[in-house]
């Protein structure tokens, strides 16, 4: 049985020995140093070719409040694919911008941005800012009459830039009603607004005034039809072949209620609202009174609501969309209203047109006009992961060194104390 | 079921608005025998100096002593013009030497813009029933002021459309009678009445 003391000296000579040829192993096969080079999102382009230059070794880490521009997304990419260790962290907002063009005369851009709640968007082009919003719930969105070359926007810190889409061209509006007030300044609104308008107005047992070219009733020749009354009835299926087709429709009034059109319709035609209106009342878009949507169809949205009913709705319809407005009387508004009420009747019936009108398929545009900055930050990055932690390589052999001679020294003492040489 | 057509009376201050008061009546009967417009059955009185008047795109203004808005009215009707209202004024004098004549033209130029000869094949005429010019009347036929046979409406268009028409041919005369009455006519004189409000309500 050995002693204790024996079995230590064993132990220093073998741990002197293992360490002596672990420092040998080392010598050979030199473990990698790990290096971590961190930049922020506003650092990430000027640091960009100098990263390239280091030895693919070298883990690159982004550390980013907002998502890269293209380029420097593209530029991270060919470096992850050139062999770098490439992470990123941080929380950009998860924005996404798209641009499509306005179906209007005047043209514009409708510029839809989906950010978080508690952003700040800013919507502009090359030559500055033009609009802003505070974004309450899902997004934004702005309509632009007017911009040049592209579209940028910021949401919070974030910049985004999409490309302007191209002009839709225009078509014409089928205007159809009884001989009346309304049927003539909706026509007349939506003329002095830049739309082609061709009306039907019902005189007259099969007498009808008809202004403009007559041609047949498809998206080939009109972007959209506004019914002002029952009327509409007498166009037959044509409405819903156009409709499916594409083609816009706009039910004013009591519209929505005739037998050809109801199948369109966003819902039911409710029993009118009448309002009490003094004499020295200022007249306003349907304060007489209109027709509430009743019934609202479950693949309808409700767009507008005057105390507890739904004044406008609206619902697809194959390609085409279909707008029920309550309204029946909006010419007091633009006769009788406050001042400013022309332009302001003018421009609301263009809008409601226009956000139903047909929008040919076009020639893609040659840049896009679509940006979600985040999601191709996970397509090329992957998801955020945390900073890889850097590593020196090889200890310092003089610690190994400096533990072999103290195992050593032990041994000796050991055996010399027992009198060993 | 549409708004209804309300024939309106234009009242101003200075003359005698109201010398043709069977008139709405009797137009009012012609639209609703010729058409399917929705027609109130009795007309209005549309004060000019009151932003009440807006409240009716088509006015009927007629006299035979001189016309001079006030400034509220001038106002108005000036709005109403550019809202898209139609202004029909008639001279019962049917005497382009008359005061209501010389008054009127240069009240619309003042309020609105001068007035011009509206060419005879314009839409107005061809709106419901087929008229070559505005229909003669009877007074005019019989001599009876100055003595013309007028070939011509004046009008101030707006935006391709008729804002202001000017007749001297004194319909205010000829169709102010009771309805009743037209079953003694051969041939309807109130027709270019038609042409009038459906021209309004459709251009």
Not at chain 1, 16 to 32: E, K, V, Y
């Given at each position: 049985?050995r002693?204790?003391?024996?079995?230590?000296?064993?132990?220093?000579?073998?741990?002197?020995?293992?360490?002596?040829?672990?420092?040998?192993?080392?010598?050979?096969?030199?473990?990698?140093?790990?290096?971590?080079?961190?930049?922020?999102?506003?650092?990430?382009?000027?640091?960009?070719?100098?990263?390239?230059?280091?030895?693919?070794?070298?883990?690159?880490?982004?550390?980013?409040d907002?998502?890269?521009?293209?380029?420097?997304?593209?530029?991270?990419?060919?470096?992850?694919?050139?062999?770098?260790?490439?992470?990123?962290?941080?929380?950009?907002?998860?924005?996404?911008?798209?641009?499509e063009?306005?179906?209007?005369?005047?043209?514009?851009?409708?510029?839809?941005?989906?950010?978080?709640?508690?952003?700040?968007?800013?919507?502009?082009?090359?030559?500055?800012t033009?609009?802003?919003?505070?974004?309450?719930?899902?997004?934004?969105?702005?309509t632009?009459?007017?911009?040049?070359?592209?579209?940028?926007?910021?949401?919070?810190?974030?910049r985004?830039?999409?490309?302007?889409?191209?002009?839709?061209?225009?078509r014409?509006?089928?205007v159809?009603?009884?001989?009346?007030?309304?049927?003539?300044?909706?026509?007349?609104?939506?003329?002095?607004?830049?739309?082609?308008?061709?009306?039907?107005?019902?005189?007259?047992?099969?007498?009808?005034?008809?202004?403009?070219e007559?041609?047949?009733?498809?998206?080939?020749?009109?972007?959209?039809?506004?019914?002002?009354?029952?009327?509409?009835?007498?166009?037959?299926?044509?409405?819903q072949?156009?409709v499916?087709?594409?083609?816009?429709?706009?039910?004013?009034?009591?519209?929505?209620?005739?037998?050809?059109?109801?199948?369109?319709?966003?819902?039911?035609?409710?029993?009118?609202?009448?309002?009490?209106?003094?004499?020295?009342?200022?007249?306003?878009?349907g304060?007489?009174?209109?027709?509430?949507?009743?019934?609202?169809?479950?693949?309808?949205?409700?767009l507008?609501?005057?105390?507890?009913?739904?004044?406008?709705?609206?619902?697809?319809?194959?390609?085409?969309?279909?707008?029920?407005?309550?309204?029946?009387?909006?010419?007091?508004?633009?006769?009788?209203?406050?001042?400013?009420?022309?332009?302001?009747?003018?421009?609301?019936?263009?809008?409601?047109?226009?956000?139903?009108?047909?929008?040919?398929?076009?020639?893609?545009?040659?840049?896009?006009?679509?940006?979600?900055?985040?999601?191709?930050?996970?397509?090329?990055?992957?998801?955020?992961?945390?900073?890889?932690?850097?590593?020196?390589?090889?200890?310092?052999?003089?610690?190994?060194?400096?533990?072999?001679?103290?195992?050593?020294?032990v041994?000796?003492?050991s055996?010399?104390?027992?009198?060993?040489? | 079921?549409?708004?209804?057509?309300?024939?309106?009376?234009?009242?101003?201050?200075?003359?005698?608005?109201?010398?043709?008061?069977?008139?709405?009546?009797?137009?009012?009967?012609?639209?609703?025998?010729?058409?399917?417009?929705?027609?109130?059955?009795?007309?209005?009185i549309?004060?000019?100096?009151?932003?009440?008047?807006?409240?009716?795109?088509?006015?009927y203004?007629?006299g035979?002593?001189?016309?001079?808005?006030?400034?509220?009215?001038?106002?108005?009707?000036?709005?109403?013009?550019?809202r898209?209202g139609?202004?029909?004024?008639?001279?019962?004098?049917?005497?382009?030497?008359?005061?209501f004549?010389?008054?009127?033209?240069?009240?619309i130029?003042?309020?609105?813009?001068?007035?011009?000869?509206?060419?005879?094949?314009?839409?107005?005429?061809?709106?419901?029933?087929?008229?070559?010019?505005?229909?003669?009347?009877?007074?005019?036929?019989?001599?009876?002021?100055d003595?013309?046979?007028?070939?011509?409406?004046?009008?101030?268009?707006?935006?391709?459309?008729?804002?202001?028409?000017?007749?001297?041919?004194?319909?205010?005369?000829?169709?102010?009678?009771?309805?009743?009455?037209?079953?003694?006519?051969?041939?309807?004189?109130?027709?270019?009445?038609?042409?009038?409000?459906?021209?309004?309500?459709?251009?």
């Amino acid at each position: 049985m050995r002693s204790l003391r024996r079995r230590l000296e064993l132990g220093c000579r073998i741990g002197a020995f293992a360490l002596l040829g672990w420092l040998i192993g080392t010598s050979i096969f030199r473990a990698p140093r790990r290096a971590v080079e961190r930049a922020s999102d506003r650092e990430l382009l000027a640091r960009l070719p100098s990263w390239t230059r280091t030895p693919s070794s070298v883990a690159l880490h982004g550390t980013l409040d907002a998502a890269p521009t293209p380029v420097v997304l593209a530029w991270l990419s060919a470096l992850r694919h050139a062999g770098h260790g490439v992470t990123w962290s941080g929380s950009p907002p998860a924005a996404v911008v798209v641009a499509e063009p306005v179906t209007a005369p005047g043209g514009g851009v409708r510029v839809n941005v989906a950010a978080p709640a508690n952003s700040r968007v800013t919507v502009g082009d090359v030559a500055g800012t033009i609009d802003s919003a505070h974004v309450a719930g899902l997004g934004a969105s702005f309509t632009l009459p007017l911009t040049v070359d592209s579209l940028i926007v910021r949401v919070n810190q974030q910049r985004q830039a999409v490309a302007r889409p191209n002009d839709v061209p225009p078509r014409a509006v089928l205007v159809v009603g009884d001989a009346g007030w309304e049927a003539k300044f909706v026509a007349g609104a939506l003329e002095e607004r830049g739309w082609k308008v061709v009306t039907r107005f019902a005189v007259a047992p099969n007498v009808d005034v008809r202004a403009g070219e007559q041609p047949a009733i498809d998206t080939a020749h009109f972007a959209a039809i506004v019914a002002i009354d029952s009327t509409v009835a007498a166009l037959g299926p044509a409405v819903q072949r156009f409709v499916e087709q594409g083609g816009g429709l706009v039910l004013a009034g009591a519209s929505a209620g005739a037998r050809s059109v109801s199948p369109l319709a966003a819902g039911a035609v409710g029993a009118r609202v009448r309002r009490n209106v003094a004499a020295n009342d200022t007249i306003g878009l349907g304060s007489t009174g209109f027709y509430p949507v009743t019934s609202v169809r479950e693949d309808a949205v409700a767009l507008e609501r005057r105390a507890s009913a739904v004044a406008i709705a609206a619902r697809r319809v194959c390609a085409g969309r279909v707008l029920q407005v309550g309204y029946d009387d909006s010419w007091r508004w633009r006769m009788a209203g406050a001042s400013g009420s022309e332009a302001a009747h003018r421009d609301w019936w263009s809008r409601v047109v226009s956000s139903v009108a047909f929008t040919p398929a076009l020639p893609a545009n040659e840049e896009k006009t679509f940006d979600a900055p985040v999601a191709a930050l996970f397509g090329h990055l992957g998801p955020p992961r945390p900073a890889p932690v850097a590593s020196s390589g090889n200890v310092d052999p003089r610690i190994p060194l400096a533990i072999i001679l103290l195992l050593l020294l032990v041994e000796w003492t050991s055996r010399r104390l027992r009198g060993l040489r | 079921m549409t708004t209804e057509f309300v024939f309106a009376t234009a009242q101003y201050d200075s003359g005698d608005w109201d010398s043709a008061p069977l008139l709405p009546a009797n137009i009012i009967d012609t639209i609703a025998r010729y058409t399917e417009i929705n027609v109130a059955p009795t007309g209005v009185i549309a004060p000019l100096s009151d932003a009440r008047m807006l409240r009716y795109p088509f006015l009927y203004l007629t006299g035979h002593l001189p016309v001079r808005f006030s400034d509220a009215e001038r106002r108005n009707v000036r709005r109403f013009v550019e809202r898209g209202g139609l202004l029909f004024i008639d001279d019962h004098n049917h005497d382009i030497d008359g005061v209501f004549h010389k008054t009127a033209t240069e009240e619309i130029a003042r309020t609105v813009a001068p007035l011009t000869e509206l060419p005879n094949d314009h839409a107005l005429y061809s709106s419901f029933f087929k008229f070559d010019g505005p229909p003669t009347t009877s007074h005019e036929l019989n001599g009876w002021g100055d003595n013309l046979v007028h070939k011509h409406l004046l009008a101030v268009q707006r935006r391709g459309r008729i804002a202001v028409l000017f007749s001297s041919k004194d319909y205010s005369s000829e169709w102010n009678y009771h309805p009743d009455s037209k079953r003694f006519l051969s041939v309807d004189n109130t027709r270019f009445a038609v042409n009038l409000v459906v021209y309004a309500l459709t251009a």
